[in-house]
């Protein structure tokens, strides 16, 4: 399949979301008595720009891009640590502000990679399931269910691997990240709806994953 510019800026957009994300999350905001990291305001963005993907291009595409935003993310966080390992200048008195903004620690980076790939894979792949088994029909039934399903994964498995055994973890947390992420792919449901419907006659392609391989290590497929 020929992909158009609009497919690439769909993925790009995709891919910025979810480094943006990763930048912002070290700041926590605090929504009346919930706590939540920064990133809740645009990492939901990824799941619609992956559901306007998959809903149009089909999964072997959005498989493509989801990939791609791992690979864009690993470069930016290596980048990220290369440059905080560079001898600061003399006159530079922010080296201690750079490690706190944007010195992971290994078991969140583990953690965000872990649930973001595992969120994605299932959320594209519930979409492009729903498809086949709707004929098409009631696009927010799959943009949202799998989105509960995504989200839901992402939340956990994010929050588990990312803080448990420490003071900082506590079930409800996850289920507060899920509910936020969710309303926000509910809210966007209007967007998505003309995104989809933008792309479709302008691309004049609506995917339907029939006879797809959807294992999401076949990337040459």
């Not at 291009?57 to 891009?65: I, K």
């Not at 583990?110 to 029909?137: H, P, Q």
């Not at 009631?138 to 943009?143: A, G, I, K």
């Amino acid at each position: 399949m020929n992909v158009s510019y609009r497919f690439v800026v769909i993925a790009a957009v995709f891919v910025t979301t979810l480094i943006t994300a990763n930048l912002i999350a070290v700041k926590l905001v605090d929504f009346g008595s919930v706590v939540l990291p920064a990133a809740i305001i645009v990492f939901p963005l990824s799941y619609i720009f992956g559901d306007i993907l998959t809903e149009v291009y089909g999964f072997r595409l959005a498989r493509r891009v989801i990939w791609l935003g791992f690979v864009c993310n690993l470069i930016f966080v290596a980048f990220v640590w290369l440059g905080g390992l560079l001898p600061s200048a003399s006159l530079w008195e922010g080296q201690a502000a750079y490690e706190t903004i944007l010195g992971y620690v290994p078991r969140i980076l583990l953690a965000s990679f872990a649930g973001y790939l595992v969120g994605e894979f299932a959320n594209s792949y519930i979409l492009a399931r729903m498809k086949v088994w709707t004929k098409g029909r009631w696009l927010w039934t799959r943009t949202i269910g799998s989105t509960v399903v995504g989200q839901g994964l992402d939340s956990a498995i994010f929050i588990t691997v990312a803080f448990a055994g420490t003071p900082a973890f506590a079930p409800v947390i996850i289920l507060y990240h899920w509910l936020a992420k969710t309303a926000i792919e509910v809210a966007a449901t209007p967007f998505t709806y003309a995104a989809v419907k933008y792309l479709k006659g302008k691309d004049a392609v609506d995917a339907y994953d029939y006879q797809t391989n959807f294992n999401p290590f076949a990337v040459a497929d």
